[in-house]
């Protein structure tokens, strides 16, 4: 082989070196470029993360009186099983004296939850777990007449950041920091012992 023919055949081959590292190259980066939009929309929309997915929570053990916490959108969420007593308390007119916003005029609830107890059943109550002043966590004080907060109390939730203080419907009792009622997130019940938060009921 003359050295002209090697000087060719070195170049033949570096040429095709060349395009076969250009063709893998291209290749990848096409289907980085395809795959992109594909992964992405396995991504929730911004609407969708907003919101957060909806949870459940399996009530059917929650004993009168008690009361569970389940997670949604980075919030606590108290859902109580209000006793008869408890319930009876949430018409009386001198409670209603004590409070800020007895009617949830001011508050955040779904429409299903604007009355007195604050519920779709007014069995179960359920919150959002956090104070309308900051931010803080209430504590539940579901025992009247506690002994910290006065012969006066009917029971429901303190906030032990700065003293405000809800009702037995998250209703927020006049002279405390916090401006409005606990906030009652859209839920509604797949069955007896099972509700969904997240998701509003459907009420005719």
């Given amino acids: 082989m003359s050295e002209a023919d090697r000087v060719d055949s070195g170049v033949d081959s570096g040429r095709r070196h060349f395009l076969l590292v250009a063709t893998t190259v291209t290749g990848v980066a096409g ?10 929309s396995w991504k929730p929309s911004a609407r969708a993360q907003a919101l957060g997915a909806p949870v459940e929570a399996d009530i059917s053990k929650l ?30 007119a001198e409670l209603a004296a004590q409070l800020r916003d007895p009617e949830s005029k001011e508050s955040e609830q ?64 006049k002279d405390v920091p916090a401006p409005l009622n606990l906030k009652v997130p859209p839920y509604r019940f797949i069955n007896e012992g099972l509700v969904q938060i997240g998701v509003d009921a459907e009420v005719s």
């Fill in 110 to 173: 779904p429409p299903y939850a604007k009355n007195s107890a604050r519920a779709l059943n007014p069995e179960y109550l359920v919150l959002v777990g956090v104070c309308t002043h900051l931010g803080c966590a209430p504590m539940s004080r579901f025992q009247a007449g506690d002994a910290e907060l006065g012969a006066d109390w009917p029971g429901g939730f303190y906030c032990p950041c700065h003293g405000s203080k809800f009702d037995l419907s998250g209703r927020v009792f």
């Fill in 31 to 40: 289907a980085a470029l395809t795959a992109i939009p594909f992964l992405a």
């Fill in 63 to 92: 004993e009168p009186g008690a009361m569970i916490k389940v997670n949604w959108r980075g919030q606590a969420i108290f859902i109580v099983n209000r006793t008869p007593d408890m319930r009876a308390k949430l018409d009386s």
